[in-house]
């Protein structure tokens, strides 16, 4: 059994899968057949088990989450940039004459991680200090499994909605819709540019780590552009 599932979890799938078509699974090394009562049992008890240890893993690391925070341990990498290190970016992306490259290699850091820090509400406020610029826009977003034996779209709508989605602001009229509005701050167009095109980039990134893939645009609230 263990070569025809990665996990316990997706062989019950399968086997719920095969029962759904009619067809009966009969493991010969594990003396396993579905197709008979005790078949059926021994195969819910190794459901339920799976089930247990993952609750079990699931308590054991919270609670070791919870006893390292009482210790002031709070997790997680340090921080990329400091206070001094934003306030420089922020300062050097004002001035359109200086490349993302170069700021980068000035504050030793990445593209990604840049964007990232210069979203941050410690950048807006800094960034307000003088010509703040700010869009709405609409984010019409669909995301869909690559097989049905698998799944991960709702896990793969949490995580972009929590971890990309988020610092911009996603208002939705319909919360069970793919229709968000964002509001996305920046100082020139192409910041603008690089902003959407890393929020396209991130939400396949996620997708494709829960298997699968995203369908997406995103356009101003009057229709004119689009990306």
Same mark, same amino acid.
């Not at 964007?115 to 610029?133: Q, V």
């Not at 097989?147 to 610092?167: H, N, P």
């Given at each position: 059994?263990?070569?025809?599932?990665?996990?316990?979890?997706?062989?019950?799938?399968?086997?719920?899968?095969?029962?759904?078509?009619?067809?009966?699974?009969?493991?010969?090394?594990?003396?396993?057949?579905?197709?008979?009562?005790?078949?059926?049992?021994?195969?819910?008890?190794?459901?339920?088990?799976?089930?247990?240890?993952?609750?079990?893993?699931?308590?054991?690391?919270?609670?070791? $989450?919870?006893?390292?925070? +009482?210790?002031?341990?709070?997790?997680? =990498?340090? %921080?990329?940039?400091?206070?001094? *290190?934003? /306030?420089?970016?922020?300062?050097?992306?004002?001035?359109?004459?200086?490349?993302?490259?170069?700021?980068?290699?000035? $504050?030793?850091?990445?593209? +990604?991680?840049?964007?990232?820090?210069? =979203?941050? %509400?410690?950048?807006?406020?800094? *960034?307000? /200090?003088?010509?703040?610029?700010?869009?709405?826009?609409?984010?019409?977003?669909?995301?869909?499994?690559?097989?049905?034996?698998?799944?991960?779209?709702?896990?793969?709508?949490?995580?972009?909605?929590?971890?990309?989605?988020?610092?911009?602001?996603?208002?939705?009229?319909?919360?069970?819709?793919?229709?968000?509005?964002?509001?996305?701050?920046?100082?020139?167009?192409?910041?603008?540019?690089?902003?959407?095109?890393?929020?396209?980039?991130?939400?396949?990134?996620?997708?494709?780590?829960?298997?699968?893939?995203?369908?997406?645009?995103?356009?101003?609230?009057?229709?004119?552009?689009?990306?």
């Amino acid at each position: 059994m263990d070569r025809l599932g990665r996990s316990i979890k997706h062989l019950i799938e399968l086997v719920n899968h095969f029962n759904e078509l009619g067809i009966g699974f009969k493991s010969l090394q594990e003396n396993i057949d579905t197709t008979t009562s005790s078949g059926k049992l021994i195969f819910h008890i190794f459901a339920s088990l799976a089930e247990f240890e993952r609750d079990l893993i699931s308590e054991r690391t919270q609670a070791g $989450l919870k006893s390292a925070r +009482s210790r002031g341990r709070l997790g997680g =990498r340090p %921080k990329s940039m400091d206070d001094t *290190k934003l /306030k420089l970016a922020v300062e050097m992306m004002k001035d359109v004459s200086i490349p993302v490259k170069k700021v980068c290699d000035t $504050l030793n850091v990445s593209k +990604s991680t840049l964007y990232r820090y210069l =979203r941050t %509400k410690e950048a807006k406020i800094l *960034k307000e /200090k003088k010509d703040p610029k700010e869009i709405k826009l609409n984010l019409h977003l669909r995301v869909e499994r690559n097989s049905k034996f698998v799944r991960g779209m709702k896990k793969s709508r949490k995580e972009i909605e929590r971890y990309c989605l988020a610092q911009y602001d996603p208002a939705q009229e319909d919360p069970y819709s793919w229709e968000y509005t964002l509001t996305i701050p920046y100082t020139t167009e192409k910041e603008l540019d690089d902003i959407i095109y890393e929020i396209y980039d991130e939400m396949e990134s996620i997708a494709d780590s829960n298997h699968c893939w995203t369908e997406a645009s995103i356009g101003t609230l009057d229709g004119e552009k689009s990306w």
